[in-house]
């Protein structure tokens, strides 16, 4: 690890006045000051040290909000308490407490969790920001698995990782929490109370405040579409990336609606701990308090909460409480009254196959059988229709004449054992993800805002789901399926062979160059034009290894989707 010598500090702070001087100091607002990222950054709560590492200075686990125990459970985050030691961690700070059975599930989790990570480049900034808001259907997750985001940085961006309430703690909106009449979406104050850290301190890690990128993936996109939605991010960011975050278009429950969820949850969750002999609940249900929620022992909060509220809401999303989102994000695009910035919004081209693998891969752990070529474990045909059946509830349409016309097993290959596992998959891609996210890009051009879309089309990813001392065991290859892209993003563990790597040296080019100027083709040489996507031209550009066709813009993604022919009615931003 590469340290500055005591006496070399005020050496380098002398050299980066010098620096000032000769660019003409701040006088101009559009040109922030030269800096570097020091070994010792002073931030508004005190120090904290970098670990240098993998070409880039990591600042692990900074405080941005006090810890959110005790009488802060369930209220906006409150600022971070100063300190006096120089804070030096070498890794992330615990992830929020994790509250499904998702198999992506962090273990070490905690209440006090509302740290930040800084990763930045070691040259001469200031560099564009990027925070990313990590995935994990806002009930799992955190900053640790984005640990090396070095793809990112080493090409002139600071990545700043972000923690935040997560499931019951994050998202609960019992009546008896409201203040200023609204409730819940604290795992969202958490994010922008990290933006807003951010606005206050990263000119000091030689980041240019003025020049930001909001990113995430999954959870993390849809709290992008969050933000572009709400109030109170405006002035947080200039530029926004959403990956396959466009699945909550049409999830998000009313005030009201979550109000009553979370009693039910609440209500729930002291019955079955007091049934299994938890004692320490001061309050009954239908007579929940405040004071009694922030009094509830940890494992009600741990487990009880946390199956109540994973078993009720199982696609969990942001509600409308009123404050944080006065109408839901649809409607506010609807309206007119996002935040409009220029834009990158995107899909994977199997999202949904990862679910159709997690539920095979969860009957064959109970059988304790991991042969791929034992398919008696996959989606059966018979459990086709009905599978699509509860994915489509509520939207009136006739699952079968849709699986006729549309999605017939004859087209999804020779193996009937396979068929419905792949059948299942496209279907539920192109109405949960692929189409929701064209007609969110068709709205962003529209207003007359920037956007580029993309596809991430790479049918050799390598999987995370499915894989046991190396290998492969499901019956049915996912594709490029959710989450498969954040591979190509940050380094979470070897590509395996050039092709792939080529595919991540384009794609973090892309990722970088649209932080650095708002265009993805601008900034560092790109292996082809990514077009703009217009109201008239809805060009996407395929990310893809050479031998799957390679990185090229694509034509027919409504086509290829069937948004118009099969979900015309149904999917519409």
């Known amino acids: 690890m590469l340290k500055h010598p005591r006496h070399l500090k005020p050496l380098l702070a002398s050299s980066v006045v010098v620096l000032l001087a000769a660019c003409g100091g701040n006088d101009n607002d559009t040109a922030p000051p030269s800096r570097v990222a020091m070994d010792v950054v002073r931030t508004a709560g005190g120090e904290v040290r970098a670990v240098d590492r993998l070409g880039m200075r990591s600042y692990f686990a900074i405080p941005f909000a006090a810890p959110p125990v005790g009488e802060r459970r369930w209220q906006a985050p409150a600022p971070a308490q100063p300190w006096t030691a120089t804070l030096a961690a070498t890794k992330s700070a615990a992830p929020c407490l994790q509250t499904s059975a998702s198999p ?267 042969d791929p070529a034992n398919t008696s474990f996959s989606l059966p045909a018979a459990g086709y229709a009905p599978t699509i059946a509860g994915l489509t509830a509520g939207t009136g349409i006739d699952v079968n004449a849709v699986i006729a016309n549309f999605y017939p097993l004859s087209n999804y290959g020779s193996n009937p054992a396979t068929q419905p596992s792949l059948a299942a998959s496209s279907l539920a891609t192109d109405l949960g993800f692929s189409c929701p996210a064209l007609r969110t890009s068709q709205r962003i051009a529209a207003q007359g805002s920037p956007v580029y879309m993309y596809e991430f089309r790479d049918q050799t990813a390598l999987p995370t789901v499915g894989v046991a001392n190396g290998n492969y065991y499901l019956s049915f290859p996912q594709g490029a399926a959710h989450s498969y892209d954040l591979q190509y993003l940050y380094n979470l563990g070897d590509l395996r062979n050039e092709e792939r790597r080529t595919l991540q040296t384009a794609m973090t080019t892309y990722w970088s160059n649209f932080a650095k100027t708002g265009n993805p083709n601008s900034g560092g040489s790109v292996p082809a034009e990514w077009p703009a996507f217009t109201v008239t031209d809805n060009r996407v550009l395929g990310l893809d290894v050479a031998s799957g066709g390679g990185v090229r813009a694509l034509t027919s993604f409504d086509a290829d989707h069937k948004c118009t022919t099969a979900w015309g009615r149904i999917v519409t931003f």
């Open 104 to 370: 992506f599930r962090l273990s070490g989790d905690s209440e006090d969790c509302l740290y930040l990570d800084v990763h930045a480049p070691t040259g001469l900034g200031p560099f564009p920001v990027m925070v990313n808001l990590h995935g994990g259907a806002f009930n799992t997750g955190g900053a640790s698995v984005y640990a090396d985001p070095s793809p990112l940085v080493t090409k002139g961006v600071i990545v700043v990782n972000v923690a935040y309430r997560l499931g019951a703690m994050g998202f609960l909106a019992h009546p008896t929490l409201a203040q200023d009449g609204a409730a819940g979406n604290y795992g969202i104050m958490d994010q922008q109370a990290a933006l807003k850290w951010v606005q206050d301190n990263i000119v000091q890690f030689a980041g240019d405040k003025n020049n930001v990128t909001v990113f995430g993936e999954s959870a993390g996109g849809f709290s992008v579409m969050t933000h572009l939605a709400s109030p109170g991010s405006k002035g947080l960011f200039q530029k926004a990336m959403i990956q396959s975050g466009n699945y909550g278009n049409d999830r998000q429950l009313s005030a009201a609606q979550m109000g009553a969820v979370s009693q039910s949850i609440v209500d729930t969750a002291i019955n079955s701990a007091r049934a299994a002999g938890v004692t320490g609940i001061n309050c009954d249900p239908g007579a929940v308090t405040a004071a009694c929620l922030r009094s509830l022992p940890d494992s009600v909060i741990r487990t009880y909460l946390a199956n109540a509220i994973s078993t009720a809401l199982p696609i969990m999303v942001p509600s409308v409480d009123g404050k944080v989102l006065p109408k839901s994000v649809k409607a506010t695009f609807a309206a007119g009254e996002n935040i409009k910035v220029p834009t990158v919004n995107g899909t994977n081209e199997d999202e949904y196959a990862l679910y159709i693998a997690i539920n095979e891969a969860g009957r064959r752990a109970a059988a304790a059988n991991f």
